[in-house]
């Protein structure tokens, strides 16, 4: 009995080692993101993702997910994040690029690495449908305030408890809190909760606050020269660089998720429980947010690419 217990925590320990939102937060990334795509970014989501993935951002935002522990793709799994080598419980968060993805082998470069090849027309339509996939999901990724963070495996390691079952914190934010929320609030399903999301940014409470959701400079730490999501993008693609070029807006997007972890994401006490009372009261409304908002970033990127301007609000 003891020996299942334990071998079930270890398993449910190790699958959150490396899931970011589970596969309703990323859904709802990917329908946000189809509301505001612009006519040739859509036309190439449409042809490319095709009837296998209901030609939807929103159906193809979970393969990524399903392929990192294949054979072949194996590679892929250090990609959905970024070990930010900070200090969340003594209030000191930050994310560097060189102190925590010297090596590229994080989000921040695989974001960038797929940027250049989702247009690059010399690669296979094959090729090119897997970049899409994979910003498609590691914008959703980069969102997550524990898939910026290294502190205990992105709190993989900290136990804790969701509607009173045993889990782990990098769980409850993966899954746990947004199942809550949207089986509470949105209707179960991830189409409802996105367009409740696309809603608040068209007409409420988000709506005054996009244009700064695609300027890049909310960051008190130095970044590059670059400003916003057409000049980073631009700049890109521009310096057609053969290796990666570090980019401003994945950075500032990875800083505003990590300085999550300094204000809601510790900030309980041991045997709380995450999915009830204030923590998931606390929780919620940054969940929105970052949701939202990377799903507005996710087609403001695409648009960029495609259409040569994020033409949004
Ligand atoms: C997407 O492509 C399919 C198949 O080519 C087509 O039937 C459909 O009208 C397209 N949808 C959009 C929104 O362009
Ligand atoms: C870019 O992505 C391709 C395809 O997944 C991969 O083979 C390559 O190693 C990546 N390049 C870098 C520098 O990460
Ligand atoms: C910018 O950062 C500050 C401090 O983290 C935050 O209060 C504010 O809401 C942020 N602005 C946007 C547009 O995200
Ligand atoms: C931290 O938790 C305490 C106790 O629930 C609460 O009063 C406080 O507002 C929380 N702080 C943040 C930033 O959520
Ligand atoms: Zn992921």
């Known amino acids: 009995m003891i020996k299942l217990v334990s071998g079930v925590l270890v398993l449910a320990a190790f699958v959150g080692g490396v899931a970011a939102w589970g596969n309703l937060g990323h859904q709802t990334v990917g329908y946000v993101a189809q509301q505001f795509l612009a006519p040739k970014a859509a036309a190439f989501v449409n042809s490319s993702l095709g009837s296998t993935y209901s030609y939807s951002l929103g159906v193809a935002a979970t393969w990524a997910d399903t392929v990192k522990y294949e054979t072949g793709y194996t590679w892929s799994a250090p990609l959905h994040f970024v070990d930010a080598n900070d200090s969340p419980l003594t209030g000191s968060c930050s994310v560097q690029e060189t102190r925590d993805c010297g090596d590229n082998d994080c989000i921040l470069a695989a974001i960038a690495n797929y940027t250049t090849r989702v247009v690059n027309t010399g690669l296979s339509a094959t090729q090119r449908q897997e970049a899409l996939k994979f910003l498609d999901h590691f914008h959703g990724d980069i969102s997550q305030p524990l898939h910026v963070e290294a502190y205990e495996v992105g709190g993989n390691d900290i136990n804790a408890i969701c509607g009173g079952s045993s ?14 929320n949207v089986n509470a609030n949105h209707g179960g399903a991830a189409t409802t909760y996105a367009n409740d999301l696309v809603a ?23 970044v590059y020269n670059k400003r916003s999501v057409e000049d980073d993008v631009n700049g890109l693609l521009v310096s057609k660089a053969t290796t990666i070029t570090p980019l401003e807006c994945p950075l500032v997007w990875a800083r505003e998720a990590n300085a999550f972890d300094c204000t ?22 940054v969940i929105d947010l970052q949701l939202a908002r990377s799903g507005y970033r996710l087609a403001a990127w695409l648009n960029v690419l495609f259409d040569g301007s994020p033409n949004l609000p």
């Open 167 to 180: 889990t782990n914190l990098h769980a409850a934010w993966d899954t746990g809190i947004v199942t809550t």
């Open 200 to 222: 608040r940014i068209k007409t409420g409470i988000y709506e005054s606050q996009t244009s700064s959701w695609l300027a890049c400079d909310n960051t008190t730490e130095p």
């Open 264 to 285: 809601v994401v510790f900030n309980y006490t041991t045997g709380q429980d995450l999915c009830a009372g204030s923590y998931y009261n606390a929780a919620v409304p």
